[in-house]
Nanobody
Framework: VQFVESGGGLVQPGGSLRLSCAAS????????MTWYRQAPGKERELVAA????????KYADSVKGRFIISRNNVEKTIYLQMNSRKLEDTAVYYC?????????????WGQGTQVTVSS
């Protein structure tokens, strides 16, 4: 199993950014997927999840209405469109298998992608 997260960077509050997570090593289209994030000094938290067909999604209250999760089963990739970003969105973002699971299905975690929101 492998996850490769990308798309992070340094951005100003209110801007937009799209993160990607390319997955391999398992039958991607049969798994729900979840984005997580971990801010400095804090526990990893759930951000958004998507069902295996993309027809069902769930968001943390802190990002609801601002972030959009999507997936492409042909490319085995999930995305996180981050709009109206806030300073508190600063974190390393990760993905893992499973729908809204606190720990993720797979023991393996990618390196994540750093998102820094700063004015």
């Amino acid at each position: 199993v492998q996850f490769v997260e990308s798309g992070g960077g340094l951005v100003q509050p209110g801007g937009s950014l799209r993160l990607s997570c390319a997955a391999s090593g398992f039958t991607f289209s049969t798994y729900g997927m979840t984005w997580y994030r971990q801010a400095p000094g804090k526990e990893r938290e759930l951000v958004a999840a998507i069902g295996c067909t993309g027809g069902y999604t769930k968001y943390a209250d802190s990002v609801k209405g601002r972030f959009i999760i999507s997936r492409n089963n042909v490319e085995k990739t999930i995305y996180l469109q981050m709009n109206s970003r806030k300073l508190e969105d600063t974190a390393v973002y990760y993905c893992n298998g499973g729908f809204w699971l606190g720990r993720g299905i797979f023991d393996y975690w990618g390196q994540g992608t750093q998102v820094t929101v700063s004015s």
